[in-house]
């Protein structure tokens, strides 16, 4: 008992979860189904009692009335003749009983079967049954009255016979018959319930996708502010005062507190960035000062006091490096634009390539520079290519091969820095260009800006930047694509030319720097 209580409890759970599952439509559609099909099918219980009650209750009546008339149609026919008693000359009973597939008998007093409407018995069909049926053979009744044998009603009654005597009259009528008709009341009831429930499930589904439809709205309204990102849009209000539009003034509500809250996180922001960009700003002017102090002390110091001045100056420079950085990333955080002119690629990557210095001295560095003309801020652009080489040379071993190149193609400069090291970490490489993310190669010595800088540069020009893999596992790409002039500047294009000789010559040497 207690497994099949726990059976029947999770079968309750899984139907109640499964009820769950559903779509909301599908729920007040279902119930409202099950609601008719309760309904009706209770009324049509009802109507079945009533009607097999009332069906049953003529045919009984109908085999009464028609005992009844054969009863005073044979009264006067039925006679002895000559002491026998001979019902087929003097009636055809077979003209009685044919219409209602009745059966019909006739037995005297002694209990003897006098006559009936055939005296063959042979198979009958009689109308409802699957299969013809042998003539029943019914016993001589002791009292007339009304019951049921053999599957048919039965009724009894006393005939008198001429000249004197009386005989026992048998009328029944075949069960199939009011069967047959019960069966056809009972599958119209079944089939009205069941089309009445369908019609409530259809109606249902409708009804309710049109109760849903404001929700619908909402719903589309909802995903057009995700796309726009765009709080301020109005949500529609359906025409009823009701719980759908207390939930619209609800969720406008709610945007409008959540767009006041993004403004003033967007102003704490913005003012932090500005703090930023003007603090840094303002440490470089100090900076430079105290650099040029500290260089004028490490060329007349000597011994120990040289030594910690040294120490100094390179931290000094290490500092106004990353305070640099700091201020070209508060710069694009706070989307202020350096003044932008026509910049050859080429040129700036030569000048990159000749401060790398010795940073690339363990690596073969090949540059191959064409004209690309860029409208940007040279030292934005000068920062790009120097970071990206410094981050090749930083994180692959020594005798690695760096390569650099610059063209256009299309409507596109591009600016391309491979190298053949081991490549990227597989967990770094979604993370590469976030700030503060630091490689394994250079001991985390840097401060992790390097291609943030990249990015930001890159994005403040309107152009992307990208990383790929050349080989399986083996080597980095990163491919700069910004938006190429329509052409040269005029003060530029010699400068222009005899720096792309330089760096072709560069190529074909592949000297080391």
């Avoid at 999770?10 to 009820?19: D, E, G, P, Q, V």
């Avoid at 109760?211 to 619908?216: D, E, F, Q, T």
């Avoid at 990208?466 to 294009?493: C, K, Y």
């Amino acid at each position: 008992m207690e497994s099949l209580g726990s059976y029947i409890r999770s079968a309750a759970r899984a139907t109640f979860s499964a009820y769950r599952a559903l779509p909301i439509r599908w729920r007040l559609a279902g119930g409202s189904a099950a609601l008719t099909f309760v309904i009706l099918a209770g009324f049509a219980a009802i109507v079945g009692v009533l009607t097999t009650r009332q069906v049953r209750g003529q045919f009984n009546d109908e085999v009464r009335s028609a005992a009844e008339q054969l009863d005073q149609k044979l009264s006067h026919r039925l006679k002895f003749n000559g002491g026998s008693f001979n019902c087929n000359r003097t009636v055809r009973l077979s003209d009685y009983a044919i219409v209602e597939h009745a059966q019909i008998r006739i037995f005297d007093n002694s209990g003897d079967l006098l006559c009936t409407q055939d005296r063959t018995q042979k198979q009958v069909k009689i109308k409802g049954a699957k299969a013809p049926i042998a003539t029943p053979d019914f016993a001589a009744p002791e009292t007339p009255g009304t019951y049921e044998q053999f599957a048919y009603r039965v009724e009894v009654r006393k005939l008198g016979v001429q000249p004197s005597g009386e005989v026992m009259l048998l009328y029944a009528r075949p069960l199939s018959d009011l069967d047959h008709t019960l069966g056809r009341v009972r599958f119209f009831l079944l089939l009205g319930v069941l089309a009445g429930t369908v019609l409530a499930l259809l109606a249902g589904l409708a009804t309710a996708q049109r109760a849903m439809r404001p929700i619908a709205e909402l719903t589309d309204a909802a995903r057009e502010i995700e796309r726009t990102r765009d709080p301020r849009r109005r949500l529609p209000h359906p025409e009823a005062e009701d719980q759908v539009a207390e939930l619209a003034l609800t969720l406008e509500g709610m945007l409008g507190a959540l767009d006041a809250a993004r403004a003033e996180t967007q102003g704490m922001l913005d003012r932090q960035r500005e703090f930023v960009a003007d603090a840094s700003h303002e440490l470089r002017t100090p900076l430079t000062s105290v650099l040029a102090n500290l260089e004028l002390l490490t060329e007349e110091l000597r011994g120990e006091q040289a030594d910690t001045a040294e120490a100094a100056l390179r931290s000094t420079r290490r500092m106004r490096r990353l305070v640099g950085d700091l201020l070209l990333l508060a710069r694009a955080d706070a989307e202020r634009v350096q003044p932008h002119r026509p910049t050859d690629l080429a040129e700036v990557l030569i000048e990159a390539a000749a401060e790398l210095g010795p940073m690339a001295e363990e690596h073969e560095l090949s540059i191959e520079p064409q004209p690309a003309v860029v409208s940007g801020a040279r030292d934005e652009l000068h920062r790009l290519v120097l970071n990206l080489l410094e981050n090749a040379a930083r994180h692959t071993p020594p005798g690695t091969q760096i390569s650099a190149s610059s063209r256009t193609e299309g409507d596109d400069a591009m600016l391309t820095v491979q190298d053949d090291g081991p490549g990227i970490p597989p967990e770094l490489q979604r993370r590469v260009f976030d700030r503060f993310v630091r490689g394994g190669r250079d001991g985390g010595r840097g401060p992790g800006l390097g291609l943030s800088i990249v990015r930001a540069v890159a994005e403040s020009h309107g152009g992307i930047v990208s990383v790929e893999t050349p080989t399986a596992g083996t080597g980095t790409r990163f491919v700069i694509r910004l938006p190429a002039e329509n052409g040269m500047p005029r003060d530029e294009a010699q400068p222009s030319q005899t720096s792309t000789t330089t760096g072709s010559t560069m190529g074909r040497r592949r000297s080391r720097s």
